[in-house]
């Protein structure tokens, strides 16, 4: 399930949401990305996010569909705002959610890593100097690639306790 | 053919969206690119760096070399800063 959206969302209502029906779901895990209130020495009053309407929910849903090709997955989740948010605002949830904890670790962290790098958003600071675009870091391009031809991903791991 | 422009590419190129027909000789995006810096200065400013323009036609991400129509919806952006 993909939503672009400029409201706010409420974590736990998502995710007792995406349990709701199945019973079967042993591991839920999820992420939130915040605005921060710093960018290096320089105070954020705010930050306005742009997003390409279409091909945004298309690289979502493409990066939401990869996650179930390499994991077994009960349910995903990707909300991701647009607009103006200052800091402590909510950007973005992505959760996952399968029988066992691996998968879902997994693949939550890889819905974020991938969507760093491909999702068509772009951020324009408010600095004291003035609007300043976000450049892309080095630090995003090598998570994302940890996830590249990554071995088979199987969860094996049958564990009682869930 | 639609030709979008996002974030600072958008600002220097001073218009989020226009409408082009596919001129003679340009059959790659790359000579959509070496076209439309030959039109006005703002694309030579916008495409001055090869590495910082990413491109996408019909929502999907291609390479330079990627053949394009005169239907296509052609995106041209900044490296990406979501999440």
């Not at chain 1, 710093?38 to 990869?66: C, F, Q, R, V, W």
């Not at chain 1, 962290?109 to 003035?130: R, S, V, Y």
Request: aromatic share 8%; net charge negative; with cysteine.
């Amino acid at each position: 399930m993909i939503r672009v959206q400029a409201e706010d969302f409420d974590l736990g209502v998502e995710l007792k949401n995406m349990t709701a029906d199945n019973r079967g779901i042993g591991g839920l895990c999820s992420f939130v990305g915040l605005v921060r209130d710093m960018a290096g020495d320089e105070n954020i009053s705010a930050m306005t996010l742009e997003h390409y309407p279409g091909m945004t929910e298309k690289a979502l849903g493409d990066i939401e569909a990869e996650a179930h090709t390499r994991w077994s997955l009960d349910a995903t989740l990707i909300i991701h705002r647009f607009g103006r948010l200052e800091p402590g605002d909510q950007i973005v949830l992505v959760a996952a959610a399968s029988a066992h904890r691996e998968a879902a670790f997994e693949a939550c962290h890889f819905l974020i890593d991938w969507l760093k790098t491909k999702a068509p958003f772009w951020k324009l600071e408010d600095t004291p100097d003035g609007g300043k675009w976000v450049d892309a870091r080095d630090t995003d391009t090598a998570a994302a690639r940890r996830w590249v031809s990554s071995p088979e991903k199987t969860s094996n791991n049958h564990d009682a306790a869930e | 053919m639609k030709v979008l422009y996002f974030a600072w590419v958008r600002e220097v190129t001073g218009t989020a969206e226009e409408e082009f027909d596919l001129a003679e000789g340009v059959n790659t995006v790359q000579d959509l690119v070496s076209w439309l810096k030959e039109k006005d200065l703002v694309y030579q400013q916008a495409f001055a760096d090869d590495k910082m323009v990413r491109v996408a036609v019909n929502q999907e991400y291609v390479n330079l070399d990627h053949l394009i129509s005169n239907n296509d919806e052609i995106a041209f952006f900044p490296p990406v800063t979501g999440g």
